[in-house]
C-alpha cells in the first residue's frame, strides 16, 4: 500500500473517533439504503445489479460504507467495496477520505479515496470520486442523478456516470483516458414510503483502448439493457 492510501487509513480511524465524540451535540443515526436491486435483461441474458450502502453517525460526521456490483450467472462478475468517512463541509456538501477494494473481476485492486458529494442547483445530486491506487494508478468517477417528481407517487429519475482512468490496465481491461459512460433511466412509483419498485432503461458505452479490450473478449463496446427491480431504505 502506497503512502497516499496509508495516509487515507489513518484519517479514516481518525475520524470514526470523532464520529463517536460528537453524538452527544448530534445525535447519532444509523441507515441502511439500497439504491439498486435489479435485474438488467439483454439478449436474453440477466444480469443482477446492486448497488447500496449502510452508514452511521450525524449529519455532520459519518462512517458509511458503500457496496456495488453485478452476478452473472450464479457468479459475482464485480464487487466493490468503499468505507468512508464523510464531513459535511456545508449544508449541501460532504467531502469523504477512505478506502476501495475491489474483489471482482481478479486480479483485485485497492485505492484510496477522496469524494466530494451533494446537492447541485436544480437538485441534480453530484457525486466525484477519485481513486489512487497502487503503481501510479488513478481513477476519476464523475456521477450525477436528478429526481423528477410526476406525481406524488411516480417519479422519473435519469442518472448519468462517466470513468476516466490515468493509465492503460490490461488485467482490468481499462484504458487510459475516457474508459465508460453508462445513462439511465427509471420510473419508480413508491409502494410504501420506504419501498419504491422500478422500471427503465441502461446504456453503457466503452471508449478508446477499454472499448478494444471488450471486443478483444468478443464482447460489445456498448449494451442497452432494460432493467426492472427496487429501491429501499432503513
Known amino acids: 500500500m502506497n503512502r497516499v492510501n496509508l495516509y487515507l487509513v489513518f484519517l479514516f480511524v ?3 473517533s470523532v464520529v463517536l465524540a460528537s453524538s452527544e451535540d448530534d445525535p447519532s443515526l444509523f441507515g441502511l439504503e439500497i439504491d ?3 435485474i438488467r435483461e439483454a439478449g436474453g441474458e440477466n444480469v443482477i445489479g446492486f448497488e447500496g450502502q449502510v452508514w452511521a453517525g450525524a449529519d455532520e460526521h459519518k462512517i458509511i460504507i458503500k457496496a456495488l ?6 457468479e459475482t462478475d464485480e464487487a466493490e467495496l468503499q468505507f468512508l468517512y464523510s464531513h459535511a463541509i456545508s449544508v449541501y456538501w460532504d ?3 477512505g478506502l476501495r477494494k475491489d474483489y471482482k473481476p481478479d486480479p483485485t485492486r485497492k485505492w484510496g479515496v477522496i469524494a466530494f458529494e451533494g446537492l447541485a442547483p436544480y437538485f441534480v445530486e453530484v457525486e466525484a470520486s477519485l481513486f489512487i491506487g497502487e503503481s501510479g494508478r488513478t481513477e476519476l468517477r464523475l456521477e450525477a442523478e436528478h429526481e423528477l417528481e410526476l406525481t406524488q407517487k411516480w417519479t422519473l429519475t435519469p442518472e448519468v456516470e462517466i470513468n476516466l482512468a490515468g493509465q492503460n490496465d490490461e488485467e482490468m481491461e481499462v484504458g487510459s483516458g475516457l474508459s465508460d459512460i453508462e445513462l439511465g433511466l427509471r420510473l419508480s412509483y413508491e409502494i410504501h414510503q420506504k419501498f419504491s419498485p422500478y422500471i427503465g432503461l441502461n446504456w ?3 471508449f478508446g483502448t477499454t472499448a478494444d479490450y471488450a471486443r478483444e473478449d468478443g ?3 456498448s449494451d442497452l439493457t432494460l432493467v426492472f427491480g427496487f429501491s429501499a431504505w432503513l
Open 69 to 74: 456490483g453485478e452476478r452473472y450467472h450464479a
Open 204 to 206: 453503457e458505452k466503452k
Open 14 to 16: 481518525l475520524n470514526s
Open 36 to 38: 439498486q436491486l435489479e
Open 219 to 221: 464482447e460489445k463496446a
Open 95 to 97: 467531502v469523504l477520505v
